[in-house]
C-alpha cells in the first residue's frame, strides 16, 4: 500500500519552544492532507485539514495561530506547533489522501512531550 | 449528533467467539467508507474498504446500508491478535473541500 513518512517519530521540547512535524507522502500525490491529535485513551481528533496549495481549514476550537499548516507540494505537508506549553504534549498523526474515494494512509504519528 | 458515532464499546469476547460493530452516519452525501484498525500507540491502518454489496476479507465482512445510513464490522472467529480499537470512517466532499470523519472507535479485547 501507498506510505506516508511522518518525522520526527517522538520528540522533547522546552516550554516556550516551537516544534516542526513533516508529513510526506512517498508513492503517491497527496491532494488532502490532515492533521489529528490524540490524548491518552481517546479517539483522534481531527485539528485540519489542507488541500494542496490553499489555506487549512481549522476544526472548531483549534488555535491556527498556534498550530501553523504548510501544504506547499503535493508530498508535502508540516505542521508547526508555535509556543509550545505542557498542555499540547500529545500524539500527532498526519494522513494524506489521494484521489476521490480512495482510502487515506496515516504516517507514523509523531509523540510531542513538552516539559 | 455526532457525523459518525459507533458503539461505544469496550467489547470483550473469548476467543473463537463473532463480534460485530456498528456505525452510523448522518451526512447522506458520504460517498466512501473504511474501516480502519488502530493498536494502542500506533497510527491508524486500514482493515478494509466497505462496499455497497458488502466485502469479505477472511474473518472480516463489512456492509454499508445506504438507506439507513450505517456500516457494520463482523469478526469471526476472533483471534487474541484481533484486540485493538475499530475506527469507522466516512469521506465526503463539502464544496471543493474533502472531510474524512472518524468515528471514536470500538474497543475490542480478545480474551483467552
Known amino acids: 500500500g501507498a506510505v506516508v513518512s511522518q518525522h520526527p517519530s517522538w520528540v522533547i521540547c522546552k516550554s516556550g519552544t516551537s516544534v516542526k512535524i513533516e508529513c510526506r507522502s512517498l508513492?503517491?500525490?497527496?491532494?488532502?492532507m490532515f492533521w489529528y491529535r490524540q490524548f491518552p485513551k481517546q479517539s483522534l481528533m481531527l485539528m485540519a485539514t489542507?488541500?494542496?496549495?490553499?489555506?487549512?481549514?481549522?476544526e472548531q476550537g483549534v488555535e491556527k495561530d498556534k498550530f501553523l499548516i504548510n501544504h506547499a507540494s503535493l508530498t508535502l505537508s508540516t505542521l508547526t506547533v508555535t509556543s509550545a506549553h505542557p498542555e499540547d504534549s500529545s500524539f500527532y498523526i498526519c494522513?494524506?489522501?489521494?484521489?476521490?474515494?480512495?482510502?487515506?494512509?496515516f504516517g507514523q504519528g509523531t509523540r510531542l512531550t513538552v516539559v | 449528533r455526532k457525523e459518525v458515532e459507533q458503539d461505544p464499546g469496550p467489547f470483550n469476547v473469548p476467543e473463537g467467539a463473532t463480534v460485530a460493530f456498528n456505525c452510523t452516519y448522518s451526512?447522506?452525501?458520504?460517498?466512501?467508507f473504511f474501516w480502519y484498525r488502530q493498536d494502542c500507540r500506533k497510527e491508524p491502518k486500514l482493515l478494509m474498504s466497505v462496499y455497497s454489496s458488502g466485502n469479505e476479507d477472511g474473518r472480516f465482512t463489512a456492509q454499508l446500508n445506504r438507506a439507513s445510513q450505517y456500516i457494520s464490522l463482523l469478526i469471526r472467529d476472533s483471534k487474541l491478535s484481533d484486540s485493538a480499537t475499530y475506527l469507522c470512517?466516512?469521506?465526503?466532499?463539502?464544496?471543493?473541500?474533502?472531510?474524512?470523519?472518524f468515528g471514536s472507535g470500538t474497543q475490542l479485547t480478545v480474551l483467552p
Open positions: 494522513s494524506a489522501a489521494g484521489q476521490e474515494g480512495t482510502e487515506a494512509f
Open positions: 451526512n447522506s452525501a458520504s460517498q466512501s
Open positions: 470512517v466516512v469521506t465526503a466532499f463539502s464544496g471543493s473541500a474533502r472531510q474524512l470523519t
Open positions: 508513492d503517491f500525490q497527496a491532494t488532502t
Open positions: 489542507s488541500n494542496e496549495g490553499s489555506k487549512a481549514t481549522y
